[in-house]
T-cell receptor, first 114, second 115 residues
Framework: AQSVTQLGSHVSVSEGALVLLRCNYS??????LFWYVQYPNQGLQLLLK??????LVKGINGFEAEFKKSETSFHLTKPSAHMSDAAEYFC????????????FGAGTRLTVKP | DAGVIQSPRHEVTEMGQEVTLRCKPI?????LFWYRQTMMRGLELLIY????????DSGMPEDRFSAKMPNASFSTLKIQPSEPRDSAVYFC?????????????FGDGTRLSIL
């Protein structure tokens, strides 16, 4: 079975600072990995995904994530935080042979201080 | 493009009443998921359908919960009778089953409050 662990339920950064949200996965097969963002009173929106190929994946709003198999990690980064980045972020892992089996992490709430 | 559409957006009702939540998936998607989100338990998968057939309902908390998908463009999640502990945000999501590199697309949710 697959699983995802997000380290840190809350992360606070200053505007302009680096954003780093951590995600580690467990999977018996090469995983497909996703980051979603949830703004208040909205559903989850896809930020980026890794399936195959280049391990550094770029997403919307300046976010990127790097798949590191040796570390079983898929951390999300953004060089410079903006106030509008304040939201909850979810990492998810999917079985490449069955995309109905998608497991979500517990989420990390990002706060951006002015 | 129309995304996943859920209705109502908000529902407030009294304990014991029947509640019906509705979802219209993205056209062409053949997998549909119902999730529940609470502060305490996070995002929980309740049930999912492939080609209108329920595949895994192990996440449905108890018999008071039921879900149907009568056709490819409509699904309902029903709670009868409702209880205060059912208060949560309920999300519907859809995707193309068999294309495992495709993400799930979420609706904006129904915020349910049971008094």
């Amino acid at each position: 079975a697959q699983s995802v662990t997000q380290l840190g339920s809350h992360v606070s950064v200053s505007e302009g600072a680096l954003v780093l949200l951590r995600c580690n996965y467990s999977s018996s097969v090469p995983p497909y990995l996703f980051w979603y963002v949830q703004y208040p009173n909205q559903g989850l929106q896809l930020l980026l995904k890794y399936t195959t190929g280049a391990t550094l994946v770029k997403g919307i709003n300046g976010f990127e994530a790097e798949f590191k198999k040796s570390e079983t990690s898929f951390h999300l980064t953004k060089p410079s935080a903006h106030m509008s980045d304040a939201a909850e972020y979810f990492c998810a892992v999917s079985d490449p042979y069955n995309n109905n089996d998608m497991r979500f992490g517990a989420g990390t709430r990002l706060t951006v201080k002015p | 493009d129309a995304g996943v559409i859920q209705s109502p957006r908000h529902e407030v009702t009294e304990m014991g009443q029947e509640v019906t939540l509705r979802c219209k998936p993205i056209s062409g998607h053949n997998s549909l998921f119902w999730y529940r989100q609470t502060m305490m338990r996070g995002l929980e998968l309740l049930i999912y359908f492939n080609n209108n057939v329920p595949i895994d309902d192990s996440g449905m908390p108890e018999d008071r919960f039921s879900a149907k998908m009568p056709n490819a463009s409509f699904s309902t999640l029903k709670i009868q009778p409702s209880e205060p502990r059912d208060s949560a945000v309920y999300f519907c999501a859809s995707t193309s089953q068999g294309y495992s590199n495709q993400p799930q697309h979420f609706g904006d949710g129904t915020r349910l409050s049971i008094l």
